[in-house]
């Protein structure tokens, strides 16, 4: 029972332009939602997160939007840069356990 | 300041044999997770730690699989015995209560099981 997809396993986009990584999730009790990079050989690392009562988060380059209704979010990133190649993950919680469910991740590469 | 730290990084072992992999958590964090990551399943939690008690361990796959946590800096997860679909990359990770739900992993331990 995956609770939180992401259907594409890879995007690959040029430097400059916008990558759109999306999730999708099925439990409507999820509160609080998070997007996570990882390197090769290293751990997640934390990159943004939205609360269920807002639908978009900015910060800086990367910005998270969120529709409820859909059970939907998405990951914006502008502009690509090839340093943010690596596999994104999106992640959900409820409440304050920090207890997180993982999508499969996406690979992105940005060309130069 | 000191993130998570994992030991062994990377770990061959033969089926049928014990593996131990240990996380030192960030000081401070009163929550440990255990992750494991596979290309079939993606990153899953095994278990997790609330103040040095096990608070929810129903990822852990089977009785072969078992974690403790004897102080606020320092866990294991034992595999034992164990065998070639246990290998994979298993993370620890930990937070503080009341910094929102980001947890902080570790880089990771390498297991392979031959």
């Given at each position: 029972d995956q609770q939180v997809k992401q259907n594409s396993p890879s995007l690959s986009v040029q430097e400059g332009r916008i990558s759109i990584l999306n999730c999708d999730y099925t439990?409507?009790?999820?509160?609080y939602f998070l997007w996570y990079k990882k390197y090769p050989a290293e751990g997640p690392t934390f990159l943004i997160s939205i609360s269920s009562i807002k639908d978009k988060n900015e910060d800086g380059r990367f910005t998270v939007f969120l529709n409820k209704s859909a059970k939907h979010l998405s990951l914006h990133i502008?502009?690509?840069?090839?340093?943010?190649?690596a596999v994104y993950f999106c992640a959900a919680s409820v409440?304050?356990?920090?207890?997180l469910i993982f999508g499969q991740g996406t690979t992105l590469q940005v060309k130069p | 300041d000191a993130g998570v730290i994992q030991s062994p990084r990377h770990e061959v072992t033969e089926m049928g044999q014990e593996v131990t992999l240990r996380c030192k958590p960030i000081s401070g964090h009163d929550y440990l997770f255990w992750y494991r990551q596979t290309m079939m399943r993606g990153l899953e939690l095994l278990i997790y730690f609330n103040n040095n008690v096990?608070?929810?361990?129903?990822?852990?796959?089977?009785?072969?699989f078992s974690a403790k946590m004897p102080n606020a800096s320092f866990s294991t997860l034992k595999i034992?015995?164990?065998?070639?679909?246990?290998s994979a990359v298993y993370f620890c990770a930990s937070r503080v209560q009341g910094a929102g739900n980001t947890i902080y992993f570790g880089e990771g331990s390498w297991l392979t099981v031959v």
């Open positions: 439990n409507s009790m999820f509160d502008v502009p690509s840069q090839p340093g943010d190649s409440g304050n356990t920090g207890k | 096990p608070i929810d361990d129903s990822g852990m796959p089977e009785d072969r034992q015995p164990s065998e070639p679909r246990d």
